[in-house]
């Protein structure tokens, strides 16, 4: 019954609660896909970090995202 409705539901977490660093590895990401996550906003930034770090770690994300369209997709809006 669990599996049926983990299908059947649209699983977003957004944000997720993780604020990795720049890194072209997002693999942790995977724990979510292999939940069936539909949607996962991840922490680039806030107001404690540098504006250079945050704009670090979002290069990196971005990097990593485009170089693996198979396993991520860019959301530029909805």
Same mark, same amino acid.
């Given at each position: 019954?669990?599996?049926?409705?983990?299908?059947?539901?649209?699983?977003?977490?957004?944000?997720?609660?993780?604020? !990795? &660093?720049?890194?072209?590895? +997002?693999? @942790? #990401?995977?724990?979510? $896909?292999?939940?069936?996550?539909?949607?996962?906003?991840?922490?680039?930034?806030?107001?404690? !970090? &540098?504006?250079?770090?945050? +704009?670090? @770690? #979002?290069?990196?994300? $971005?990097?990593?995202?485009?170089?693996?369209?198979?396993?991520?997709?860019?959301?530029?809006?909805?």
């Amino acid at each position: 019954m669990t599996v049926d409705l983990l299908r059947r539901t649209l699983i977003w977490d957004a944000p997720a609660g993780i604020l !990795l &660093p720049p890194r072209n590895d +997002l693999s @942790v #990401l995977d724990e979510w $896909r292999m939940r069936h996550a539909d949607y996962l906003g991840i922490i680039v930034g806030f107001d404690v !970090l &540098p504006r250079h770090e945050t +704009l670090a @770690v #979002l290069t990196a994300y $971005r990097r990593c995202i485009l170089a693996s369209p198979e396993r991520f997709r860019l959301v530029f809006g909805f």
